[in-house]
């Protein structure tokens, strides 16, 4: 294996031109290097003016999701020794709008995790217990329900493989959903109802026709489109109980 | 849902590159995806000729020997090959995608996927050889 690879990142410096580009970097190939580490390489040694996400490193905090070599990847948990003599192509995220090199706005996803509501919703005051009464307890199993979705770190890889999130910016998409389901799924929560009325919308569950690459591409092993296809029956019983028994009989 | 946008003097304009109409050619996962969707129209296919048959039958035996000397011609022939490939191909998908729709729990431990696709397949051949049983058995 060379010692060193190439890394052709795109380019997009809207205030010098409205059109990206890609500029090739020579970086070395260490076998305990990612993608991440390249760049820091050609941002601190080669060219300071690269812009790009990344803080914990490690897998957790979401934030250096990118297209490498057109697939939706964590850059901190890819190796460049994968790619064995490259070239590397590094591209910021799919499907959303890029703000300068490899940044993209991920406002509309904010917005949307919002509308889900991803939170405990506890009922009513007056139908809470007492505090002298303790914590509210869970049981191994209990955990289990949600547990898987409680995993996602929000890195959006799931958005950038979704050709239903591409050409319909409107569905809430994968990961905000797999977010609703870890509450929903929550023996503590008493939300499921106020998250139906944006879930069952069009733009909600039934915007997915069920590609499966959200799962495929999680970092996470969230399965996103498990958890929209589950919701999907649950939405469907409900109308259908609405429907047979309109009173909740 | 998506909010408007604003660009000012600090924030210039983003750039929004569209989808290519060809999206679904860059991946196999894609084109199995968009086959799988196609595959819908097969299966339209097979049930309006089941029901051509069934209208057929009603209608007396000419009827049905104008059916089956239709049926028996080339384009409806390869129609119906074509139309049973896609079929097959789109139960064994659906078969293998019900493990992530369905969450199946037995004495409070949940059935691994795998048993779930089983079932779908064992179900399929079940009601395959009941069914050749009524015609040949």
Known sequence: ?249 | MAAPFHYTDYHPQWLRPKMSTYWWLTRRSYVAFIAREISSVFIGWAVAFLLLLVRAIGQGADAYGQFLAWAATTPVLVMNVVSLLFIVFHAVTWFNLAPAALVVHVGGRKLPGILIAASNYAAFVFASALIAWLLFG
């Open chain 1, 1 to 249: 294996m060379s010692d060193r690879i190439t890394l052709q990142v795109a380019r997009y410096r809207p205030e010098k031109a409205s059109e990206p580009f890609v500029q090739s970097y020579d970086v070395p190939c260490p076998r305990d290097w990612v993608i991440l580490d390249g760049l820091n390489y050609v941002k601190d040694r080669l060219d300071g003016t690269l812009s790009y996400r990344w803080s914990c490193r490690m897998g957790i905090c979401g934030s250096c999701g990118m297209m490498v070599n057109g697939e939706p990847k964590l850059t901190c948990a890819t190796f460049l020794s994968e790619y064995g003599s490259g070239p590397i192509r590094v591209e910021p995220l799919r499907n959303f709008p890029v703000i300068r090199d490899l940044i993209v706005d991920i406002g509309d996803f904010m917005r949307k995790l919002v509308k889900v509501k991803p939170w405990i919703v506890r009922p009513p005051t007056e139908d809470e217990r007492p505090i002298s009464d303790g914590e509210y307890r869970q049981t191994p199993q209990e955990l289990d329900e949600f547990k898987q979705f409680s995993m996602c770190i929000n890195c959006m890889l799931c958005y950038a493989a979704c050709p239903i999130y591409g050409l319909d910016p409107n569905f809430i998409g994968p990961a905000a959903i797999a977010l609703a389901q870890r509450y929903n799924l929550d023996s503590r929560d008493a939300g499921s109802g106020e998250r139906m009325e944006i879930l069952s919308e069009h733009e909600g569950i039934w915007g997915c026709t069920f590609v499966g690459e959200c799962t495929k591409v999680c970092p996470k092993h969230v399965d996103p489109a498990g958890a929209i296809q589950r919701y999907k029956l649950t939405s469907a019983l409900a109308t259908m109980k609405s429907f047979f028994a309109p009173r909740g009989a």
